[in-house]
């Protein structure tokens, strides 16, 4: 079975400056996807940044970038020069790769608040 | 290009009763995933459908039932309505059947439901 855990439920951090969200994980697969999903108060949940598991290059996205260790389950986000919008809930989630299994799994969220 | 729709927006049911609710896909996609969001909580996966059948389920009681239409919209259906049941419904689409494609699942803005 496929389990996320999220051990921040909040983070704070000044504008401009960078936070770091963590994430592990935990599946029996070798061949999965991780996500970082945002979701502001106005409830949609929009995509963050993906990684491919096969892929040991960490993934970016403009500010966002994550730190994917395999080997430890563990899968942070950081956010670099951090802005006011960035204030949201933050939920990471695992889906498997194998076809007709795109069932996403979510961990319970940090809520990160940006302070002018 | 349309993303996601969900309705109705919010919803308030008394406990036993049955409620409807549903979902459009983004442009393209064929294949819908239910979730549902407690207070506080990551999102649960309730059940996909795909070319009109019923995928894969979560741990979710019968009670709990959908529906996906041909051209692709689907509804989900509770039946006897629990205070447990109050929630966000999500609805996401994909591209279905290509579970190394990447294609993240998108979300739509869900349907807060209240039951009292």
């Known amino acids: 079975a496929q389990t996320v855990t999220q051990s921040q439920p909040e983070m704070s951090v000044q504008e401009a400056e960078t936070v770091t969200l963590s994430c592990t994980y935990d599946t029996s697969e070798s061949d999965y996807y991780l996500f970082w999903y945002k979701q502001p108060p106005s409830r949609q949940m929009i995509l963050v940044i993906r990684?491919?598991?096969?892929?040991?290059q960490n993934a970016t996205e403009n500010r966002f970038s994550v730190n994917f260790q395999k080997a430890a389950k563990s899968f942070s986000l950081k956010i670099s020069d951090s802005q006011l919008g960035d204030a949201a809930m933050y939920f990471c989630?695992?889906?498997?790769?194998?076809?007709?299994?795109?069932?996403?799994?979510f961990g319970k969220g940090t809520k990160l608040t940006v302070n002018p | 290009d349309a993303g996601v729709t969900q309705s109705p927006t919010h919803l308030i049911k008394t406990r036993g009763q049955q409620v409807t609710l549903r979902c459009s896909p983004k442009s393209g996609h064929d294949t819908v995933s239910w979730y549902q969001q407690a207070l506080g909580q990551g999102p649960q996966f309730i059940f996909q459908?795909?070319?009109?059948?019923?995928?894969q389920r979560g741990n979710f009681p019968d009670r709990f039932s959908g529906h996906q239409f041909p051209n692709y919209s689907s509804e989900l259906n509770v039946n006897a309505l629990l205070l447990g049941d109050s929630a966000l419904y999500l609805c996401a689409s994909s591209l279905g059947g290509c579970g190394r494609c990447g294609d993240e699942q998108y979300f739509g803005p869900g349907t807060r439901l209240t039951v009292t």
């Open positions: 459908y795909y070319e009109e059948e019923e995928r």
């Open positions: 989630a695992s889906r498997l790769t194998q076809g007709g299994s795109e069932k996403l799994v």
């Open positions: 990684q491919e598991a096969y892929k040991q």
